[in-house]
């Protein structure tokens, strides 16, 4: 049997960016108004790396994952092209996301990785409603190896890096809590239930 377990960012450092800087070589946004992934134009940055975190994912070990993916809602608006890389972070319990060089990018990552590639050449790429919810292409493959980790457990924490270019506005935990980036889990809970042979469930029937 199928379940769904839903996670969102709940803490501001959670939900990360970071970009280069000519003197440290790099710095970690923790708390902004907004997620920009890829370039961040307004600013100047270029083109950022963003970390999320969710704490408490209830997925059981080794659950074969069935789908998955993260949802984003649109800040304002967001167009044109643009061509993401999602990697999950290979680490038990992955620390919150703080202000140190490449505390994003110098994260262990997963071998799996899902692209997620918005043409630009079609409405349903552009993100025009502000609010709007996007979600990310599946990341069954990226979440389905952080599961099988030998010390993952239920109730473990989940990190995700995302890079690439192009430029799409979201909502992050500082500007609206209820509107910031969910990880959404659909697995077979299956591996919870211990099998009972006949004549097992025959005998609790007449216990």
Request: proline share 3%; net charge neutral; hydrophobic share 25%.
């Amino acid at each position: 049997m199928n379940k769904t377990e839903v996670a969102q960012i709940s803490s501001r450092s959670d939900d990360s960016e970071q970009f280069s800087d000519s003197y440290y070589g790099s710095k970690i946004d923790t708390g902004g108004s907004d997620i920009i992934l890829g370039e961040d134009r307004d600013s100047g940055r270029g083109n950022q790396i963003v970390g999320l975190r969710f704490t408490s994912v209830d997925v059981p070990k080794k659950a074969t994952i069935k789908s998955a993916h993260i949802e984003f809602r649109a800040k304002g608006t967001s167009k044109g092209a643009a061509s993401y890389t999602i990697k999950g972070v290979s680490e038990d319990n992955p620390a919150t996301f703080r202000n140190r060089k490449n505390n994003i990018s110098g994260r262990k990552t997963t071998s799996a990785s899902t692209q997620w590639v918005m043409s630009g050449d079609n409405t349903e790429d552009d993100w025009d409603d502000p609010g709007a919810q996007h979600q990310t292409e599946d990341i069954s493959s990226v979440v389905q190896e952080i599961v099988n980790r030998p010390k993952w457990s239920s109730k473990s924490t989940m990190g995700f890096v995302i890079s690439g270019t192009g430029t799409r506005r979201c909502e992050s935990f500082d500007n609206d809590p209820s509107r910031a980036p969910r990880l959404v889990v659909t697995y077979d809970n299956s591996v919870d239930v211990p099998f009972k042979s006949v004549r097992e469930a025959l005998k609790e029937k007449v216990r």
